[in-house]
């Protein structure tokens, strides 16, 4: 499921460590961003509607250090372990988290700023 998001990174209720999102649509329903818990096989991250009771996935302790984005885990160690994998395809990536034996797969810095402009100049 792809779905494209307007606004990431708001505190959940109760000023949570939830991350929020909401759909790039009409609708204003939000989604809780999740990493899939270490006992689970899966590695993609995505969002959960508010009607998901999924259990083998971690929707709370996201931090940001800096401007990178990170989960800090209940024994307080701050850790950010997001990385992609290229899909079937061309250009189009999956953002996984905790493994890096997938073929092909690239460590990325998830952050709250824009990309800089750095390459605008080159040809």
């Not at 302790?61 to 997001?82: E, I, N, P």
């Not at 953002?95 to 073929?103: A, H």
Request: charged content about 15%.
């Amino acid at each position: 499921m792809s779905l494209a998001y307007r606004r990431l990174v708001t505190k959940g209720p109760d000023d949570s460590s939830q991350w929020q999102a909401t759909q790039n649509t009409s609708s204003s329903t939000n989604s809780t961003f999740f990493v899939p818990a270490a006992s689970t096989d899966s590695h993609q991250v995505g969002f959960l509607s508010s009607s998901d009771s999924s259990t083998d996935v971690t929707t709370s302790g996201f931090v940001l250090f800096g401007h990178l984005a990170c989960l800090k885990t209940s024994g307080g160690k701050v850790q950010s372990l997001f990385y992609a994998v290229p899909s079937d395809v061309d250009g189009i990536w999956s953002l996984n988290w905790n493994s890096t034996d997938e073929s092909g797969s690239v460590s990325v810095a998830l952050k709250d700023t824009p990309p800089s402009n750095s390459r605008s100049g080159a040809k």
